[in-house]
């Protein structure tokens, strides 16, 4: 009762300060564009995601920011994402206001500008916890401060190329080799694609929206790479014009590619499969409505119930306050009948399921990892039964806390305005 009345009060003190579902644009016709530039780190660069003092030897496939602009003449929204283990709220905080300053073709807010990740284990610590030795930040602030300009100027870039667009969508079958490490079955059985076409029928960018750590690669790996995930853009840039966007989906508790190897090998059939069912799906696609254009977005006090949390940030490891609560932002946006909901962090796919069954558009999409990187947001029987869980007790010491699943979905209730079911409330059975 009383983890339900903090939530209550938390979100009812907190919708004075963003929530803000924009009004349609009658008659709005979209404008698409879209950029990437490469945001490879140097070598020597301490690597995210395994082992302490893993730096970087080698390239074996660029990292990219990417970034798409939609616009439908009254409310911009840009999208961007970035091949690194995880961006917090800070560091997203200040790539947003980077990106609305240099956007000069297009006035975008910053608050309109949505910044995820595809978590890949052998790109740069952004994070600051896999530094040199325990108690040393793993980040290295110039290149922060590069990525951060790098996507900003995809932002402004993809705003001045957009151009009339319309909009098909599909939806593929998760491929086999996706499976849910602690709770076997229980993964997304489709995945949602998105594709933005000019008037001519070509593509100006596709986005994937398939859930799956990139870790076929292992600690042993120190060349920098997005995984499996760089197989898939190299072949989707062989087969089809236009940008090709990765969005990352509900990742938590613990969804993994199958690895029997950990290879470059097979992270590219891995990559090349999940392409190839991008693009056999387009061959399918069905014409969607794409305009006008909602947003909606709402700051959070998230509470910090982990003490690991909090003296991270005592130890300065991390570019965040975390005492007892931290900043975080949970956002909603539409194309038409196109939807996006944020997660700010690696959330149990239960959470996806959930946040769905709250939008009524025919493609839906839950961007993990967006606006921030909290860690594993659990459902609460992972903290009541950790050990019933393989992988449980790490999933749960590298969690915000039991509440924030809850406060996630609390706030996007708040956030999406279409009529609710009853079935979003099945995650608390869990």
């Given at each position: ?17 963003t929530s ?243 290879t470059f ?93 709250l939008m ?71």
């Amino acid at each position: 009762m009383k983890i339900r009345l903090t939530i209550a009060v938390l979100l009812l003190a907190m919708t004075f300060l963003t929530s803000c579902a924009t009004a349609p644009a009658p008659g709005a016709s979209l404008r698409v564009g879209a950029s990437s530039g490469v945001i490879t780190p140097p070598t020597g660069t301490l690597l995210a995601g395994y082992d302490l003092n893993r730096r970087s030897t080698g390239v074996h496939d660029d990292l990219f920011a990417k970034a798409v602009v939609f616009d439908d003449g009254k409310t911009p929204v840009a999208l961007v994402t970035l091949d690194c283990i995880g961006l917090m709220y800070p560091d997203v905080q200040a790539l947003r206001q980077e990106a609305s300053s240099r956007c000069t073709a297009l006035a975008i807010p910053p608050e309109r500008i949505i910044v995820s990740s595809i978590h890949t284990h052998c790109g740069p610590d952004t994070i600051g916890i896999w530094g040199p030795s325990e108690g040393e930040t793993g980040r290295d602030e110039t290149y922060i401060k590069s990525l951060i300009a790098t996507a900003a100027e995809q932002v402004a870039r993809a705003a001045k190329s957009r151009v009339p667009a319309h909009l098909v969508r599909a939806e593929a079958p998760t491929p086999e080799w996706v499976v849910n490490d602690s709770e076997p079955g229980d993964t997304e059985k489709t995945f949602p694609i998105l594709q933005c076409l000019d008037a001519s029928g070509a593509s100006i960018v596709t986005l994937t929206n398939l859930a799956c750590h990139p870790t076929v690669l292992d600690g042993d790996t120190t060349d920098v790479s997005a995984d499996w995930v760089g197989a898939f853009y190299a072949k989707m840039a062989s087969q089809l014009s236009g940008e090709h966007v990765f969005v990352q989906g509900a990742i938590g508790g613990w969804i993994q590619p199958v690895t029997p190897e950990r290879t470059f090998a097979l992270a590219q059939r891995y990559g090349e499969d999940a392409a190839s069912r991008t693009l056999a799906a387009l061959k399918n696609a069905a014409k969607l409505q794409g305009g006008p254009i909602r947003f909606a977005s709402l700051p959070i006090d998230m509470p910090i119930e982990n003490p690991v949390y909090e003296q991270m940030a005592a130890a300065k490891l991390t570019p965040r306050l975390m005492d007892k609560t931290t900043k975080t932002e949970v956002a909603w946006f539409a194309l038409g009948d196109a939807e996006f909901a944020t997660h700010p962090g690696e959330s149990a796919p239960c959470f996806a399921r959930a946040s769905r069954d709250l939008m009524r558009g025919e493609s839906k999409f839950i961007i993990g990892l967006g606006l921030d990187e909290l860690g594993y947001i659990c459902k609460t029987d992972y903290f009541d039964q950790p050990d019933k869980y393989p992988s449980g007790k790490y999933l749960v010491s590298m969690s915000p806390g039991r509440s924030a699943g809850e406060i996630l979905q609390r706030a996007l209730e708040q956030l999406i305005p279409q009529e609710k079911s009853k079935k979003h409330l099945a995650y608390l059975a869990y």
